[in-house]
């Protein structure tokens, strides 16, 4: 069941996006109507790849295809869990690197890279999360502050809804953490060893 899952996941046309994985798949861009469903109707799915285009729920929240950070997250946990149990025995050939087979580890890794862009500076310094906020971009004042966004576009990273979300979307900090300082967990266990010898 995993690699189904895995090849819609990795799929630049479906779910995989440069800022990580969205919440609807692209596809439903073009392909909206999901025919008649049992005791709902004519029912359709609308991809929306920022603000929501309907004043359903209120206008702004909006699950239909934006990135949420708690849903990559939590999805970069469970397939390096996924990772643990079947080990780099277990490839899977990734649509969106031309079908180059990589490890759950490697696949877990792609992600967070993804998500962290969101937030990675370009040459000219700018985050894609900081698009509507000038300041934040190259005020030296304020250009090494950052806002936590609610969510974000799937297509340019501009963070969405409320700016204030440091509880998911701290989230990030972690997933960088974890990438780049591969160490930093046996380092932890290592000083928890030490303290309890001492």
């Known amino acids: 069941m995993l690699q189904p899952i895995l090849t819609r996941i990795l799929d630049e046309e479906q779910f995989l996006s440069k800022f990580g994985v969205r919440s609807v798949s692209k596809i439903h861009e073009l392909q909206k109507d999901l025919g ?8 359709m799915i609308e991809y929306v790849p920022g603000e929501s285009n309907s004043a359903l729920f209120g206008g702004n929240s909006n699950w239909r295809g934006p990135i949420w950070l708690p849903v990559n997250y939590m999805l970069i946990q469970s397939i390096e869990k996924f990772h643990r149990f079947l080990g780099d025995g277990f ?3 990734v649509p969106c690197l031309g079908h180059t087979r990589l490890t759950l580890a490697d696949i877990a890794n792609l992600l967070s890279e993804r998500a962290a862009n969101i937030y990675r500076r370009s040459e000219t310094q700018a985050a894609p999360a900081l698009q509507a ?6 005020d030296e004042h304020w250009r090494n502050l950052l806002l936590f966004y609610e969510y974000f576009h799937s297509e340019t990273g501009q963070g969405l ?5 440091t509880g998911w979307t701290g ?13 930093v967990p046996s380092f932890w266990i290592a000083q ?3 303290a309890a010898v001492e």
Do not use: D, M
Not at 36 to 43: C, N, R
Not at 133 to 138: E, K, R, T, V
């Open 171 to 183: 989230l990030i900090a972690n997933l960088v953490l974890r990438r780049y300082r591969e160490a």
């Open 91 to 93: 490839g899977y050939e």
């Open 133 to 138: 906020q000038p300041a934040f971009q190259s």
């Open 36 to 43: 008649v469903l049992p005791g709902v109707g004519a029912a």
């Open 161 to 165: 809804g409320a700016a204030h979300q």
């Open 192 to 194: 928890q060893r030490l």
